[in-house]
């Protein structure tokens, strides 16, 4: 028995379906702009990589919480197109998500002076992302749990951790997982630029750069977006359907420091090593790594030393990878987000250039590829994600045979 | 399994610092994070602390509005009509930068993993008890491990819980497909004074 991803759905800066954001994976485009869905006027900083379909933006109404207004309508489409429901008992099936910060709508803040919705607002609960969430699950008919992980940038990879346990040991049939995540609102994106991790490099016409493992990176730009993956037991599905296998999991937490990585990376370096284990494979069969790569100062070198501690003299040849310089950092749902880049890797067997890399740092050594894939055999791909407060995640994924 | 609960009122004082070492961080804790430091405090007191026990905490939905209150008296005190970008320009800045760390949800299991050097399996959560209770129950051990919440309420009453069990003792327990809130567990299944 396997845990396979068998299907998807999406919305990010990328697109709006899945083939639309593989097709701007290939084709290396920087989805970040100047923000369109609200006024930055008086804003230090004004990119971000906001949802887009077709192209467009999606302009929302500032009542709505786009992370949850883009989440209910992917579950909605997912449950539709693969009908999990009636394939499985829905006490059988489970909904782990990573989220994020609550939105606040800021006139309606103000006036009412309560933390309340208003009576135009899509979903019928306050803005709080748990109540949200499990309206979403129940609305779709999952009643075997909804759990919402809150991790920060680790929230959406401990979402699918679980997510594989549960089916891994026979606890649930099917889980839907993934994550749902958007700073991209007023008050939200001004409480991350003061804790100064928003980056201040500018290239050509790109308002702001994120260059993730770049020696000149100068610090990261938010994104948002929204998915979700189903995972199922292999043996209960059509194997046609079968995108990727999730193969091993763990997790680790720095207890360093609040806002800081550990830079000896040493609990880094143990997810890594428990995810292999959990695997039963070892270090000399990844052939790949898609690292968190945040583009701030302090996370490449981390990423580093924890590459070297497990992978020796082969970290200088073995192929990283961050799609953030593409969409953004997503936070709550970034490593779900990025498990987008994993699959193009498993289904293309390349690893892709990392947009906006160009100069290697003395300090973080990586094999970035750089201006075109590079094509290679790939069976297993390592997916860590480290979250602010600490937490630190390591996926394996498997090309599924 | 031994669990331990505890309330507090909404002015009532919560003796945080008699069980923390790193006394600079209590500025970022929210009074439910204190109340889930002192419910630690009290149940690891004597026991000796592996960095690989695993750690999952789950905090409540919080009312936010304490963190905005300060800046809509702010721009209350301008006497100007409300427009979102005069409100950003004068009131948000009022916002205390503590109170950025203090809206992260995963503070309160940042800082008890500071406090007692757990760096083992990990999650942090919001909300219900089930997604607590199955990562434990999956968690990467048969050895014990540690499962905390934590719930503010809007008028300060602060209430928290924290448990050390074995993995082995949450199969087929009835909440864990339970969406209620995590603290529901501790407030129910408490047997530490």
Redesign the interface.
């Known amino acids: 028995m396997a845990v396979v991803i068998t299907s998807i759905k999406v919305r990010s800066p990328l697109g709006c379906t899945l083939e639309e954001c593989m097709k701007n994976i290939e084709l290396g485009k920087r989805c970040i702009s100047t923000i369109e869905n609200?006024?930055t006027?008086?804003f230090q900083t004004t990119a971000a990589g906001e949802i887009r379909c077709n192209g467009k933006v999606v302009i929302t109404e500032?009542n709505i919480d786009r992370k949850n207004f883009f989440l209910d309508q992917i579950t909605t489409e997912l449950r539709n197109s693969t009908s999990f429901d009636k394939k499985y008992n829905p006490?059988e099936i489970?909904m782990?998500i990573g989220?994020g910060?609550?939105y606040?709508d800021?006139?309606n803040?103000?006036?009412n002076?309560?933390?309340t919705y208003p009576k135009t607002a899509h979903l019928p609960s306050?803005y709080?992302?748990?109540?949200q969430i499990?309206e979403i699950a129940a609305k779709n008919n999952i009643?075997?749990?909804?759990?919402?992980?809150?991790?920060?940038c680790a929230?959406s990879t401990?979402a699918i951790?679980?997510s594989y346990?549960?089916v891994n040991?026979g606890?649930k049939e099917a889980v839907i997982t993934g994550g749902a995540d958007s700073m991209v609102n007023?008050?939200n994106y001004?409480?991350f630029y003061?804790?100064g991790a928003m980056a201040t490099a500018k290239e050509g016409e790109a308002p702001y750069i994120c260059k993730p493992f770049d020696k000149n990176r100068s610090g990261t730009i938010l994104g948002e977006g929204a998915i979700v993956i189903l995972l199922e037991n292999s043996k209960k599905v059509k194997q046609e359907k079968i995108i990727a296998q999730i193969a091993g999991y763990?997790?680790?937490?720095?207890?360093?420091?609040?806002t800081d990585p550990d830079p000896s990376a040493k609990?880094l370096a143990?997810a890594i090593s428990?995810a292999l284990k959990?695997a039963s494979i070892t270090p000399e069969m990844i052939d790949c790594v898609h690292l968190h790569g945040t583009g701030t100062y302090k996370n490449a070198p981390a990423e580093y030393k924890a590459l070297a501690q497990i992978f020796k003299e082969r970290v200088k040849e073995l192929p990283v990878y961050s799609l953030k310089g593409q969409i953004g950092h997503m936070i709550g749902s970034c490593g779900a987000m990025e498990m987008l880049g994993v699959i193009y890797s498993i289904q293309n067997q390349v690893v892709l250039p990392t947009i906006n890399f160009s100069e290697q740092d003395p300090h973080a050594p990586l094999y970035v590829i750089k201006e075109k894939p590079l094509s290679i055999p790939i069976n297993y791909i390592l997916k860590l994600n480290s979250?602010?407060?600490?937490?630190n995640t390591a996926l394996i994924i498997k090309k599924y045979e | 399994m031994r669990i331990i609960y505890k309330k507090y009122l909404p002015k009532e004082d919560i003796p945080v610092y008699d069980f923390v070492r790193k006394r600079k961080l209590v500025k970022y804790y929210t009074r439910d994070t204190m109340a889930a430091v002192v419910c630690t405090g009290l149940l690891l007191k004597g026991q000796e602390v592996s960095e690989e026990t695993p750690f999952f905490f789950s905090n409540s939905e919080s009312e936010m509005m304490d963190y905005y209150r300060d800046a809509c008296i702010a721009f209350d005190q301008k006497r100007i009509p409300f427009t979102t970008h005069d409100f950003i320009k004068i009131a948000v800045p009022s916002i205390s930068p503590l109170s950025h760390f203090k809206m992260m949800r995963n503070m309160a299991h940042c800082f008890i993993s500071i406090e007692y050097g757990l760096k083992g399996d990990n999650a942090a959560l919001l909300g219900s008890a089930s997604g607590l209770l199955y990562s434990a129950l999956l968690a990467d051990t048969d050895k014990e491990v540690y499962i905390g919440a934590g719930k503010l309420h809007v008028n300060g009453t602060a209430e928290a819980g924290f448990g050390i069990l074995l993995p082995y003792e949450l199969k087929n327990h009835r909440m864990l497909d339970s969406n209620s809130e995590a603290i529901n567990f501790f407030r129910q299944f408490h047997n530490f004074k």
Do not use: W
């Open positions: 609200f006024n006027a008086g500032p006490s489970a782990n989220s910060l609550d606040v800021i006139e803040l103000y006036k002076r309560e933390f306050h709080k992302s748990n109540k499990t009643k075997g749990g909804c759990n919402v992980f809150v991790a920060a929230a401990q951790g679980l346990k549960m040991r606890i007023q008050i001004l409480g003061n804790l763990a997790s680790t937490m720095d207890a360093y420091a609040v609990s143990r428990n959990s979250s602010f407060g600490g937490e």
